[in-house]
């Protein structure tokens, strides 16, 4: 599918940029797994407001990555929604209940966020990434807890590594 969405992205042209066709259709091509195994990745640390240990999910990668996937992917608001039920799912109840919207006075809007399993404080986007990228840079992918393995269909994962059209998720690094 990869193969696919690149060949996509190479032949787009200019005059194309606002047109509506997305580059990831919901059929999966001949030849290309239906899905993908994905590590759903959090980070542990200090709630800002509470001082209590709280866990935010923070990255995607996968299980078995191509030798372009050097990097996790940021789990951002679109991602978030498509995890939160997968943790439900597998008995990460109190994970899932702490993902919903907040407001932020950063960024002047509501967006679908991580917040404290304790105190239900936001945990800002900018600071947890932040972090998670510095513990990455240093110790790599592996240095992040994985809170689940779950297959995932393939055109989601191509959604986030690529966006509808081009503008994909960004990477942990």
Aim: glycine share 6%.
């Amino acid at each position: 599918m990869c193969q696919v969405v690149v060949f996509r992205c190479e032949r787009w042209d200019e005059s194309d940029q606002f047109g509506t066709d997305p580059w990831i259709t919901d059929v999966v091509p001949p030849g290309c797994a239906a899905t993908v195994s994905l590590r759903i990745l959090a980070l542990t640390r200090d709630c800002w407001k509470c001082k209590e240990s709280t866990v935010c999910v923070v990255g995607l990668y996968p299980s078995r990555p191509a030798r372009t996937d050097r990097w996790a992917r940021w789990v951002d608001k679109d991602s978030r929604a498509w995890i939160k039920p997968l943790l439900a799912e597998a008995r990460f109840e109190k994970i899932a209940e702490s993902i919903k919207p907040r407001w932020s006075s950063t960024v002047s809007r509501r967006y679908l966020s991580n917040g404290c399993q304790h105190c239900d404080a936001l945990q800002g986007d900018f600071p947890v990434e932040e972090d998670t990228s510095d513990l990455v840079r240093e110790d790599g992918v592996d240095a992040l807890d994985t809170l689940l393995v779950a297959q995932v269909p393939t055109p989601v994962w191509q959604r986030v590594v690529h966006g509808e059209r081009g503008s994909g998720s960004s990477l942990l690094m």
